[in-house]
């Protein structure tokens, strides 16, 4: 059973930062992309960063320079440091952990979502 359980989250004020990491129990680790993405009320998910197993690292035109995504496979670990925040970053924030490519369709895995609040 794969397990995603995200923290780091909160109230920052804009200009500021925060780390979000996400800790993955399970075989998937290793093999996964791991992804983080965001979502506002009443509209669609979208993909912030992801990092493959092997550390290549693809980022959304909106956050690059700000935000940097890494992880630990020893720890089973994967972070987003977010800098230069600004209130149009205000979403929840879910973890991903995408091994469909070894695991079938059914292998993507999602977290209980963290929420940023960037406000003044």
């Known amino acids: 059973q794969v397990q995603l359980v995200e923290s780091g989250g909160g109230l920052v004020q804009p200009g500021g930062s925060l780390r979000l990491s996400c800790a993955a129990s399970?075989?998937?680790?290793?093999?996964?992309?791991m992804g983080w993405y965001r979502q506002a009320p009443g509209k669609t998910r979208e993909q912030v960063a992801a990092?493959?197993?092997?550390?290549?690292?693809t980022y959304a035109d909106f956050v690059q320079g700000r935000f940097t995504i890494s992880r630990d496979n020893a720890k089973n670990t994967v972070d987003l440091q977010m800098n230069s925040l600004k209130p149009e970053d205000t979403r929840v924030y879910y973890c991903?952990?995408?091994?469909?490519?070894?695991?079938?369709?059914?292998?993507?895995?999602w977290g209980q979502g963290t929420q940023v609040t960037v406000s003044s």
């Open positions: 990092i493959t197993s092997d550390g290549f690292t």
């Open positions: 991903n952990a995408d091994d469909r490519v070894i695991g079938g369709p059914e292998a993507d895995y």
């Open positions: 399970g075989s998937i680790f290793s093999t996964a992309v």
